[in-house]
């Protein structure tokens, strides 16, 4: 019975261990199936977020619990079990798998690249652009500039994205929709960041047909395209019949000037018009 005692009076100030400590009596026997295991301290170092290693760890490891809890300062929670370690490992190598996932092409993240070369064929789907006009889109909607350049490169290797042929497609549309001279043309195309060698390819392939001798060469148009600017020139011609014929000449000029050609050209469509339809 003093043995019973003693082993009450020991729970009463250590509740968690275990009844082993009883003798195996009938009582005992009984109340061992309700032993509790002691809770378990996952507690974790809060100094500089980092975990104690090396001896100072291997040390701590070795205490009891209660001489773990006492060498615990205020605001200053020590490793008490290798279980807080090993979870915090395995939280930072999930991390770094996660991050490693995105895969990374020359410093830019492959998933980002993917969403601008969306957002570009989005656009070219709508309209053409020239490679500064795309570069400058895409950057307007907060792209990395690496990212907008690495798709930007992509695409001029793979010819979804010439200056040279988008020079010579809005050439020939403004030539015959609006009669625009090359002079018009080229400003426009340079406002598009198409650069002057390939603007002045465009307009010579547009305006001049491979052609260039005779007065066609020092117009700077060939003769098809002067016959053609003759024919939009006359209509204006005719709808200032009230007018004087120095009125009727002067807005000619202004209007073919207006559409970017030179005077050599302008000066050929006036007379033309004044010997061919005086009224």
Not at 35 to 54: D, I, T, Y
Not at 79 to 103: H, T, V
Request: proline letters at 4%; aromatic letters at 8%; hydrophobic letters at 35%.
């Amino acid at each position: 019975m003093s043995a019973l005692a003693a082993s009450r009076r020991l729970l009463h100030l250590r509740p968690g261990l275990e009844l082993c400590l009883a003798p195996r009596s009938s009582w005992a026997k009984g109340m061992t199936r309700f032993r509790r295991e002691p809770p378990r301290r996952n507690l974790v170092s809060c100094r500089q977020g980092a975990f104690e290693e090396g001896n100072a760890a291997t040390d701590k490891a070795t205490r009891s619990p209660d001489e773990q809890l006492s060498h615990c300062k205020d605001g200053d929670v020590t490793a008490l079990d290798p279980i807080g370690k090993s979870f915090a490992n395995e939280f930072a190598q999930l991390s770094l798998e996660e991050e490693a996932s995105d895969d990374v092409l020359c410093g830019i993240s492959e998933s980002v690249v993917r969403d601008v070369g969306k957002a570009a064929i989005e656009l070219l789907a709508a309209r053409a652009f020239t490679v500064s006009e795309l570069r400058k889109k895409l950057r307007s909607k907060n792209y990395p500039s690496d990212a907008v350049d690495a798709v930007v490169a992509d695409f001029k290797s793979r010819g979804l994205l010439n200056d040279g042929f988008y020079a010579e497609s809005f050439s020939r549309s403004r030539w015959i929709s609006s009669t625009w001279g090359p002079r018009r043309i080229k400003q426009a195309l340079r406002q598009k960041g198409v650069p002057e060698a390939e603007a002045d390819q465009a307009t010579r392939s547009v305006f001049q047909d491979g052609h260039s001798h005779g007065k066609e060469a020092s117009y700077g148009i060939s003769e098809a395209s002067m016959d053609h600017l003759f024919a939009q020139a006359l209509k204006q011609w005719q709808r200032g019949q009230n007018l004087t014929l120095e009125n009727r000449r002067g807005r000619i000029v202004r209007w073919l000037q207006y559409r970017g050609f030179n005077w050599a050209v302008t000066n050929a469509i006036v007379r033309k018009l004044e010997a061919q339809h005086p009224r």
